[in-house]
């Protein structure tokens, strides 16, 4: 089994920045790829980034990639998500997830088998 637990989260105001950390135990090994999603109020869990196993492939959605960077540092068995000039459309909660996932379907929920409770970043003036 694979732990992960989020933090970092908060409330900020527009433009703000923040570093999300997803802290990672168990057979961490045996998954090649990390993952963020994020869910808003009402709407369905949405990829993020992803960051594969050495940290050489990285992907992003469209909506986030020219202000979010996604990173890890396997010796610590941790992913970073750093967040950028943060709107009021990034208000959500943010989850990890791992797990051994092909890297046609990276941005797709139903594909990872391990997730963390999520941290809530508020965004509001």
């Known amino acids: 089994q694979v732990q992960l637990v989020e933090s970092g989260g908060g409330l900020v105001q527009p433009g703000d920045s923040l570093r999300l950390a997803c802290a990672a135990s168990?057979?961490?090994?045996?998954?090649?790829?990390i993952s963020w999603f994020r869910q808003a109020p009402g709407q369905e869990r949405e990829f993020v980034a992803a960051?594969?196993?050495?940290?050489?492939?990285?992907y992003y959605a469209d909506s986030v990639k020219d202000r979010f960077t996604i990173s890890r540092d396997n010796a610590k068995n941790t992913a970073y998500l750093q967040v950028n000039r943060l709107n009021a459309e990034d208000t959500a909660v943010y989850y990890c997830?791992?797990?051994?996932?092909?890297?046609?379907?990276?941005?797709?929920?139903?594909?990872?088998?391990?997730w963390g409770q999520g941290t809530q970043v508020t965004v509001s003036s």
């Open positions: 997830a791992t797990g051994v996932i092909s890297n046609s379907n990276y941005y797709d929920v139903s594909a990872y088998q391990y």
């Open positions: 960051i594969g196993w050495t940290g050489g492939s990285t």
């Open positions: 168990g057979r961490t090994y045996r998954q090649n790829i």
